[in-house]
């Protein structure tokens, strides 16, 4: 937890009504890693912050310091400043570093930049490796969700859509080890994917991370180990 400092803001929404939202989300998606704010509201937080949590990807932590009505006070921190509260947090953060990375990658594989996307883009590929093999070799085994004959299941889809991004992925990664010269021969090996890991991540979030969050629930002390070894996995490389 970072320390009380120079790094704290207030940003005292008091007196704004509905112009409260557009104002907090301006101000907090500025919000960088350290940083602590304080936010003053003189209506119910809830609603608010929600919202502007989801516009901003869950990339804010928020806790109420101080209980209204009629003030209400908040502490609101980058949330990879907060260590996370389960897997399946877990892994929706590191959905988001994993999208970082690659649009990094991307962004500079457009503009030409084929030596300066070389090391976000290794990043994506060992990310992406270990996210893969802690939803395979962790969670699969252990959750042992249905499956369906037919193979479409959400497991079983997640499954075959790991398959393809990595096959992709190893692709790329060959392209690039043969040292590519000009961007527009590894430009639509980018799009595929970028296309591809978006679909995927967001059928996981909504059609497994639900059931995973329920599950681990039954089972808080294997949920707490799970936690630690995901952890362990992601941090490697
Ligand atoms: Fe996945
Ligand atoms: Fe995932």
Redesign the pocket.
Known sequence: MAPPSMNDFVLDLRGLAEHAHTRAYYTLRELQPGQVFEVWLDQDPGLLMDAVSLQLRHGIHWEPVVPGPPLWKLRVRPREDVDPTDLVDLLTRDHLRIDRLFASALHRVNAGDLEGAAPDFHAYVEGLRH??QV?NELIVPLLDLPRRPDGQDPTSV?LR??DE?LEQTTMLEHEFAEGVDQAWAVAPFFALISGALAK??GR?EQNLFPHWSRALRTRPDQGTELLARARDILAEG
């Open positions: 996210h893969i939803e997640m859509e790991h991004i995927h991540e996981e």
